[in-house]
């Protein structure tokens, strides 16, 4: 096999190392157009994950970065003059040259022929002279450019300028301090890379960058300006240069990562912010996975398959964690004023990698500091402390959310209802919600969608009501009020989602004549003012049977596209009249209808109203008219709002992945300081407690997790070994609030050998 590798980073040589590695008879080429000694930054950071796979696949490249590592558990942070500190991380680092130097070597020990100050032919020559071509040439990848058709690149930049630097001293922890200046909030990372040097990374939001005079100063005023800024953090100190210069983080995402026998690797194929440390990372752990599939795949096309099928997940899931904590600092400002303990355990976990519960394995001092500044009382996890709305207070942090069960007749919610809602009652929430209850008939999703527009329906609720008062006291139940608008009329979920009836459908309206899929879902009649009068005054009466009903705490459901949300999206109002047109007018039906509910509904009683923060679609809600929606709608008297995103149009992109909906709560909640409902796959308690902890929510709503298993809370506090009364099991079932053993190999293990006592002296 002839291979050629396009870029003398990490990744293409030790992606050339192992490859002849694994077989010497490999004739393998690399190409750098920079000298053996150019490099860009400074330091690397690699994982113990990484670095175990190295020593498994490498035992000499292992052995030589083992010599070189300098080491170090701490994270300093400084809020506002203050240091809080952070052990228990565990990170090696070296410096860039050092580690290409390691690399040049065991790739000339190993006969891989360095051809270096030398431009590498394109890749399509390559691929006609060699078996197998390893485009590892970077984020600005030519070979990626050239075949854009096939690999299929989205590439996204992002707010902040930053450059990086290094510091001719070693702190002795990783250390992010940030500046307030007259400009804007600018911020700094450092962690040393050697005995005696550390790489620094300045960085702050573009339009700061701008109005601190950076876009008109050269690369050494630039550099020099940095170093009086953050002059305490670096001791008075200059800072240097290794051809640094401003830029801002691209993050690339290909669809393709082969074309034939040429392969991408690394950053060019896909790129991660430098706050979680992962490029060099990603670039090493890639050149692992292709060698290893080379040598057990029996054919090329096999081998290329299994390395991306093998690397996407765990490269998705890394993207995820940076993009997480790529917003987070770009949305700095918003948190200086958490308390700050608050603010470090922000900080720590705004990847979401890190959660509460292995930082308190890490550093357990300092969570325990975190939690008593929250208001934990001793042995109390956060999840577990109450919290109030209005009149209601709620015994802990947990919500069932609203769930569409599409088995109501008539609207008329029965013993199905009255089980399901029951047993999540039972199983220890703080809150448990209804599914959307709808208006009117013409207001459902679906023939089996609930309803509160009789007051026979109000009676069947009423008995749900009461049974979660009387078997479950303590619980609230609250009920989520909605109208279908143009997503409805459609078959049970099950049947076929967002499909039409294929008979007895009744006519749609909406907030303009667009219909949810165009040829498939009926076209929806655009609202005038009589039917706009109507459908706010059945909000009110539903509202007033909701009370009668004795439901705890009411919501307004304006999000997923449904009525109210139709008319807050630019996507699905197009509306000319005083109902659209700006934000302003498309919040005006949603706001008289939240009035008008707030007003029919018991003062002391709290409401809160559920928004799609996003649409995850070009020329949808954006984050930021998110945040004025929910100001909109916190002045007219919500209580919380319940941040949810998407499901407007179809043709959404939603960005999946753990806790993904959380961002957009923690923005609004930091924003207008309103109490926040986080949603959308939030599935462990040790997110919910990381999530309130943080200040990214007060309550946290939680769906599938209490349809596998409706004790989830109660399961919750017994993992956690707490037991006091925030999550009571029900005296029935109090017998099996222990977990029960699973067999034999839970028991002891029998003594099967004798020691014999040392002699007395």
Not at 93 to 98: I, P, S, T, Y
Not at 584 to 600: I, K, T, Y
Not at 671 to 694: E, F, M, Q, T
């Amino acid at each position: 096999m002839r291979v050629a590798v396009i870029g003398g980073g990490p990744g293409g040589l030790y992606a050339a190392a192992l490859l002849k590695r694994l077989d010497p008879s490999r004739d393998i080429t690399v190409w750098e157009r920079n000298a053996p000694d150019d490099t860009f930054g400074f330091g690397v950071v690699l994982s113990d994950e990484t670095l175990g796979g190295i020593e498994h696949a490498d035992p000499a490249v292992y052995a030589a970065l083992q010599a070189e590592f300098v080491r170090w558990d701490d994270i300093d942070i400084v809020h506002r003059g203050r240091v809080l500190t952070s052990g228990g991380h565990g990170f090696a680092a070296l410096g860039r040259r050092r580690l290409l130097e390691i690399l040049h070597e065991r790739c000339a020990d190993l006969g891989v022929r360095l051809r270096f100050r030398t431009e590498a032919p394109p890749a399509a020559e390559l691929a006609c002279e060699y078996d197998l071509v390893v485009a590892a040439d970077g984020v600005h990848s030519r070979t990626r450019e050239a075949h854009a058709d096939v690999f299929a690149p989205h590439l996204t930049t992002h707010r902040c300028r930053y450059i990086w630097l290094a510091a001719d001293f070693a702190f002795d922890a990783f250390r992010f301090e940030i500046a307030e200046t007259e400009h804007g909030v600018m911020q700094l990372h450092g962690y040393p890379f050697s005995a005696d040097a550390s790489t620094v990374i300045v960085e702050m939001r573009e339009e700061v960058w701008r109005a601190a005079g950076f876009d008109e100063l050269d690369d050494e005023e630039s550099i020099a300006r940095c170093a009086k800024i953050f002059a305490d953090a670096l001791q008075g100190r200059p800072l240097a240069s290794n051809n640094s210069s401003w830029t801002a983080f691209r993050t690339v995402v290909s669809d393709r990562w082969s074309h034939g026998n040429i392969v991408l690797l690394g950053d060019a194929a896909h790129t991660a912010h430098f706050s979680i440390g992962s490029g060099t990372k990603l670039a090493v752990e890639d050149a692992l996975a292709l060698a290893a599939c080379v040598e057990e795949q029996p054919g090329l096309d096999r081998a290329l398959a299994a390395y991306e099928a093998e690397r996407r997940p765990v490269v998705e899931s890394t993207q995820r964690a940076a993009a997480a904590s790529l917003r987070w600092f770009e949305d700095l400002a918003g948190y200086l004023d958490q308390p700050p303990r608050q603010f470090a355990f922000n900080l720590l976990t705004r990847s979401r990698r890190v959660t509460h519960d292995n930082l308190r394995l890490r550093d357990p001092r300092f969570t325990d500091a975190v939690e008593r500044d929250f208001g934990c009382p001793p042995g109390t996890p956060p999840m577990f402390t109450p919290f109030r709305l209005r009149g209601l207070t709620l015994r802990n942090r947990v919500v069932v959310s609203p769930m569409d069960m599409y088995s109501a007749v008539d609207g008329v919610p029965g013993d199905f209802h009255l089980v399901h809602l029951g047993a999540r009652a039972l199983g220890g929430a703080g809150l448990v919600m209804t599914e959307m209850v709808c208006v009117s008939p013409e207001g459902r999703i679906t023939p089996g969608c609930a309803g509160l527009w009789t007051p026979g329906q109000a009676a069947a609720w009423r008995r749900v009501t009461d049974f979660v008062h009387h078997q479950s006291p303590g619980t609230a139940i609250g009920v989520q009020l909605g109208h279908s608008g143009r997503k409805g009329s459609t078959k049970l979920m099950w049947e076929g989602i967002d499909q039409p009836l294929d008979s007895g459908n009744w006519p749609l309206v909406a907030a303009s004549p667009i219909p949810y899929r165009p040829g498939v879902n009926q076209v929806p009649h655009e609202l005038h003012r009589a039917a706009l009068t109507d459908i706010r005054e059945q909000f009110a009466a539903a509202a007033r049977r909701a009370a009668r009903a004795g439901f705890d705490l009411l919501e307004l459901h304006c999000a997923h596209g449904y009525l109210l949300s139709g008319f807050l999206s630019p996507l699905t109002n197009r509306r000319t009249d005083a109902y659209g047109g700006s934000l302003a007018g498309r919040l005006r039906f949603p706001l008289e209808v939240f009035d008008a509910v707030r007003a029919a509904w018991p003062g002391e009683r709290p409401m809160t109203v559920r928004i799609s923060a996003t649409d995850w679609a070009p020329g949808g809600t954006t984050a930021e008219e998110a945040v004025e929606i929910a100001r909109a709608f916190a002045e007219h008297g919500a209580d919380a709002i319940d941040v949810s995103t998407g499901q407007v149009v179809p043709d959404e992109r939603p960005e999946y992945g753990r806790s993904y909906q959380t961002p957009y709560a923690d923005k609004i909640r930091n924003a207008l300081k309103v109490p926040v409902i986080a949603v959308g796959a939030i599935s462990s308690w040790d997110d919910v407690n990381s999530l309130l902890l943080a200040g990214r929510a007060d309550l946290c709503a939680l769906a599938r997790p209490h349809l596998y298993d409706p004790h989830w809370t109660l399961h919750a506090a017994a993992d956690q070994g707490y037991e006091g009364p925030a999550a009571p099991w029900p005296l029935p079932y109090r017998a099996g609030s222990r977990k029960p053993p699973t067999g034999r190999t839970d028991a002891p293990k029998p003594r099967l050998s004798l020691t014999t006592p040392a002699p007395r002296p």
